[in-house]
C-alpha cells in the first residue's frame, strides 16, 4: 500500500478520460466515432518546421541545451512578444517543453498552500489540476451568464478579487468557449489586478487563431509588465503539438525562481526542437494564415448547421472550439452522444460549466457535417 500525496489525491482524474476511453473501446470494436473532442489541429505541421528539425538532428544538435532555452529561440520569441506590445527580452523568456509545463512551473514557483487562485470559467481543465496540485484554493467567475464574455463579468469578478488573490488566469482566445476579451475587458482586468496586487497568467495558446479580431496581450496594458506571466506555444499555432515546446515571458526575478523548477525538473525542452520552433516564428506565416482560414471556414459551417437544427450555439472569434448548450446533464449527453452517434465531444462539466458540451471544430468540413447529422438523427440536438 502507498501512501499518497495529498497533492495527487486532491486531483480528480480528468473527466474527458471517459470520453476517449468510451471513443477507443468504440473504434476497437471497428465502430466510426466522429471524434470532435480533441484539442489538436488535425493538420500536419509545415513542411519547413520539419525540415529545420531534421537539419538541426543532422547538425548534430542533440545535447542539452541550457535550460531557459536556446539563445536563438529565446530572442525570436522575445521580438515576437515585442510585436505584441509586450516588453519583452530574451532573459525574460523560459523555453519549455509544452504551454502546460510554462504553467505547470508558474503555478508551483508562486502559489503556496492556501493562496488564493482564481479562474474564470468555464475554464481550460488543467488550470484547476496544476493549481490544486501546488496547494491552492480556488475561486471562480462563471462568464456563461454573459454569453462567455469577460466584459460583462467585471462586476462579478471585482467581488471575488480581493487583496487575499495571488493569482488570476486569463485565456484569451479561450479554450473551451472560443471567446476574444475585449480590450475594455482587458483594462477592467488590470484595474482589478493593480488595485489589489494581484499576478496575472496569460495564457495566450490561441493568439495566432482568431477570425476578424486581434487579440490584445494583457501583458501589453500599462501596469501590466510586471504583473503579468505571457505563456503560449507552438502547439496550436503551428500544428506542433507532439514535438512539446512552449514558453512563457516574465520578469526576470519570476524567472530565476521558476528556473529552479524547470532546471531541476525537465532540465530543457528538446534541443533540435528548439531550433525548429526558430524556423516556425520567423517563416511560417503562411501555413498559419492557410490554417486560420480553414479554421474559420469550419466555425461559420458548424454554426450555421446547428442554425439549421434550430439550436443556437455562442460562436467565439477564436480558437476551434464551440460550446453546445445541452438541455440535460452534460456528462450523460456526451456519454450518449458517443454511445448512440458514435460522436465524441467532452462534457461542459469538466470545465466548470455544466450543462454545455464542447465541440472542438479541427476537424474536416465533412466530419463535422456528418458529426451534426448523427446528432440530430440520434435527437441529441
Ligand atoms: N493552454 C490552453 C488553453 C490549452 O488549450 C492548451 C492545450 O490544450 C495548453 C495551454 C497547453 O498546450 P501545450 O502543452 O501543448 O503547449
Known amino acids: 500500500d502507498f501512501d499518497f500525496a495529498s497533492r495527487v489525491e486532491r486531483v480528480e482524474p480528468s473527466a474527458t478520460l471517459a470520453i476517449s476511453n468510451l471513443a477507443n473501446q468504440l473504434e476497437a470494436d471497428g465502430i466510426d466515432v466522429v471524434d470532435l ?3 489538436e489541429p488535425d493538420f500536419d505541421t509545415p513542411e519547413n518546421i520539419k525540415q529545420a528539425a531534421k537539419a538541426s538532428l543532422d547538425a548534430g544538435d542533440t545535447s542539452y541545451t541550457s535550460s531557459n ?30 504551454g502546460k509545463q510554462a504553467l505547470y512551473e508558474i503555478f508551483h514557483t508562486l502559489i503556496d498552500e492556501g493562496d488564493e487562485v482564481v ?59 472560443g471567446a476574444v476579451y475585449s480590450d475594455a475587458a482587458l483594462e477592467g482586468v488590470r484595474d482589478l489586478a493593480v488595485d489589489h496586487d494581484v499576478t496575472v497568467i496569460s495564457d495566450e495558446m490561441y493568439d495566432e487563431i482568431t477570425y476578424g479580431v486581434e487579440q490584445t496581450s494583457l501583458g501589453s496594458l500599462d501596469g501590466m509588465g510586471d504583473r ?51 524556423e516556425a516564428l520567423t517563416n511560417t506565416d ?75 471544430y479541427a476537424a474536416s468540413q465533412e466530419r463535422l457535417r456528418e458529426g451534426v447529422e448523427r446528432l440530430a438523427e440520434h435527437g441529441y440536438i
Open 37 to 39: 473532442s480533441v484539442g
Open 69 to 98: 532555452g536556446i539563445p536563438e529561440l529565446r530572442a525570436a520569441i522575445a521580438d515576437k512578444l515585442r510585436t505584441d506590445g509586450i516588453d519583452c527580452e530574451a532573459e525574460n523568456v523560459v523555453v519549455t517543453p509544452g
Open 119 to 177: 479562474l474564470l470559467d468555464p475554464a481550460w481543465v488543467s488550470y484547476e489540476a496544476q493549481a490544486k496540485m501546488a496547494g491552492a484554493d480556488l475561486s471562480r467567475v462563471d462568464l456563461s451568464p454573459y454569453g462567455f464574455q469577460l466584459e460583462p463579468a467585471l462586476d462579478d469578478l471585482a467581488e471575488t478579487i480581493s487583496d487575499e488573490t495571488e493569482l488570476l488566469v486569463v485565456n484569451s482566445p479561450s479554450n473551451p468557449t
Open 228 to 278: 503579468t506571466i505571457t505563456v503560449n506555444g507552438f502547439s496550436k499555432a503551428y500544428a506542433m503539438t507532439g514535438w512539446r515546446l512552449g514558453y512563457f515571458c516574465a520578469p526576470e526575478e519570476f524567472v530565476s525562481q521558476a528556473g529552479k523548477i524547470q532546471s531541476h525538473s525537465v532540465s530543457c525542452a528538446v534541443n533540435f526542437v528548439q531550433h525548429a520552433g526558430v
Open 286 to 360: 503562411e501555413s498559419v494564415t492557410e490554417m486560420r482560414e480553414a479554421f474559420r471556414e469550419r466555425r461559420d459551417m458548424l454554426a450555421d448547421l446547428f442554425a439549421d437544427h434550430g439550436v443556437d450555439v455562442p460562436v467565439g472569434d477564436g480558437a476551434f472550439y464551440m460550446m453546445l448548450p445541452v438541455d440535460s446533464d452534460d456528462q450523460t449527453w456526451c456519454e450518449g452522444a458517443i454511445e448512440d452517434a458514435h460522436v465524441a465531444t467532452v462534457p461542459g462539466s469538466a470545465f466548470g460549466t455544466p450543462g454545455y458540451a464542447r465541440l472542438s
